[in-house]
């Protein structure tokens, strides 16, 4: 089994930046990629930035060019920088995992952005 801590949410004003941070428990070598989920009250669940093989990494369209999937020093811990957040960025942030083909979700992170 896999466990994702997220960490890092919070209140910013518009304009401002969070960094998210998701640490990997476990078995963390069954993991095969991992990236960041969004859900906002009354809307599904989106992709909001992840690793798609090796270095490669997908964004969503509405968050290209402001926010950045990164890697820690331990291939277990992933991190979401989000610059210049609007107030359409809140909600509740998930970290995913991909563990052997299951996905493993973390408790969430809410993330908060005031105009």
């Known amino acids: 089994q896999v466990q994702l801590a997220e960490s890092g949410g919070g209140l910013v004003q518009a304009g401002g930046s969070l960094r998210l941070a998701c640490a990997a428990s476990?078995?963390?070598?069954?993991?095969?990629?991992m990236g960041w989920y969004r859900q906002a009250p009354g809307k599904q669940r989106e992709l909001v930035a992840a690793?798609?093989?090796?270095?490669?990494?997908t964004y969503a369209d509405s968050v290209k060019g402001r926010f950045t999937i990164s890697r820690g020093g331990a291939t277990n811990t992933v991190y979401l920088q989000m610059n210049n957040l609007q107030p359409e960025d809140t909600a509740v942030y998930f970290c995913?995992?991909?563990?052997?083909?299951?996905?493993?979700w973390g408790q969430g992170t809410q993330v908060t952005v005031s105009s």
């Open positions: 476990g078995r963390v070598f069954m993991i095969h990629d």
């Open positions: 690793f798609t093989g090796g270095d490669s990494t």
């Open positions: 995913n995992a991909d563990v052997g083909g299951i996905p493993e």
